[in-house]
């Protein structure tokens, strides 16, 4: 069929080359776009966008329009120059349809520019069009408006003239295959998520999103760019100065932007972009920036006799503790390492960035002496907190209390001593403790009750945390230890089950315990050690049958099939410890029949966000997280 299409006096050495690198595409589409389910899928997107987004980088590009189409299409418009239809004298074909068919084509027209695309996503982007049901490009330039239609990456038209046309651009148009996608339903939030980001990072577009699928549309502009983007980050906290502290800096041909401001919390949060792309793994560009601030911090009090010496010098976690920070460089031949391709391998970036925030950062210290006094003394503030931590944890250790040494009476362990099968239920209460502990099987579940709330971690350090009796329990049945002592090999369950009741206080425990692992024990959600247990809300008995239900829903479908109400008993849970001991065990406990959730990085976040939003002392985001969520809210009561 392709070859049909393409006629004969073309059908040369060129075109077979073309046709082979599709269908190496369309063989393996991992290869190119990393995976073919949801993430795979977005990455079209990016890699569209990103094209774009190069032309802004270029100069040329103040708008772009990027909308998600009701027969599941994409389009990214620009208002760039308008990639190039002129023929290509090699190929005796317009450089437009070189670039989208063949493999790396057109990535290197320009070497003295930064690209998006020559990074993380830079597969090009005759990969979206390879795996493409349909892809469509218009193009104007020089007056006119071309236009080019392929399937699943061949031509299926020539590049025509539509007609004539004002100003230049480009719009690429496609449908993902669904042959090759599992899923090709983009998810908006994703979406609007990266152009959300990519403004901030480039304040000089506007981008324009529409979802046609919802009605859904967004103006995304951020003249402000990373200064705002960390106010938008700290918008529910409460900051230390009022505006974050912004350096610009160039060395060789690196372009540094720093942004960054403290907030009176505990935790940091860094992201770290080269040419647009979030490098989630760091490397040399935040190695530099976290060498310089140190540094900078440390000379800073040292000079006004804050600090003596060397030995009390603060630490690069005491002058991070609290700080909010957006680090965007562009690089010309970024290196991208790692599994993931996320972190920066260029060694001559870390002295580049290091040595651009100094110089930079003792520039402002010099000129605002009343913020430098406020965020050094925040950092020896730190320092001193740690040192207190450092007492408490050997204090504890001594007493035999965080090294396993002494398990906590409350904990009913299990025999096995195998982590890799082993479980421990986190229980709410005493009540819903000893029924999971009857209906466990004790071979490898572990059950710990808790007594009650647990302490909110986000407003505490490590040494207060470690005064709390709940979570010294709990940090010490799951063995790992915490912070510096962090040892996962150590963990002496795989499995960490978080079992509340379906109510407000179960909810309530269950954000805490989340924000508590979110916060102080990442490890163990980013490997997915970490699990809800999924109680029914439901029992519905007929005659001598007994169905379970986990939602209203469930119930309704589940009487639905039952008949209808005649001689049904409905009980409702209130809580676990209502269930007998063979009840949630058969519904909650046992493998096999019980419906574990993963947490997963996303969720607990989201956890995170909540606790910082509903517990923080800043009114505004919460008044208007009250009224966005106004339905859900009454669950979400703290
Ligand atoms: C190479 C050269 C020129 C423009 C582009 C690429 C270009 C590519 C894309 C992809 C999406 N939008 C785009 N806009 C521009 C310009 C060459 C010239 O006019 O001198």
Redesign the pocket.
Known sequence: MVQGQISAGTYDASSIQVLEGLSAVRKRPGMYVGSTDARGLHHLVWE?VD??I??VLAG??TEMWVTLGTDGSCT?V?N?????VEIHPRYNKPALEI?MTILHA?SK??KNTYKVSGGLHGVG?HVVNALSEWFEVRVK?GGQLHMQRYEQGAPVTPLQILGNGDGT??E?RFKPDATIFETVAFDRETVQRRLKELSFLNPEVTIHFADERDGVTETLHHAGGISEYVTDLNATHTVLFPDPIYLHAKRNSTDIEIALQYNDGYNETMLAFVNNINTVDGGTHVMGLRAGLTRTLNDYARQRGIIKGDRESLTGEDVREGLTCVLSIKVLEPQFEGQTKARLGNSEVKGQVESAVNEKLADFLEEHPAVAQGLILKAVQAAEAREAARKARELTRRKGLLDGGGLPGKLADCHSRDPAICELFIVEGPSAGGTAKQGRDREFQAILPLRGKILNVEKARLDRMLQSDEIRTLLVAIGTGIGDDFDITKLRYHRIILMTDADVDGSHIRTLLLTLFYRKVPELIRDGHVFIAQAPLYRIQKGGKAVYAYSDEERERELQELGGMKGVTISRYKGLGEMTAEQLAETTMRPGARNLLRVTVEDAAKADLLFTILMGEEVEPRRQYIQDHAVEVTNLDI
Do not use: A, K, L
Not at 80 to 84: A, E, Q, T
């Open positions: 569209v094209n774009s190069d032309e040329y590009c990214v620009d760039g120059r308008g990639i190039p670039v057109g027209f320009d982007v330039r651009g480009t690429i």
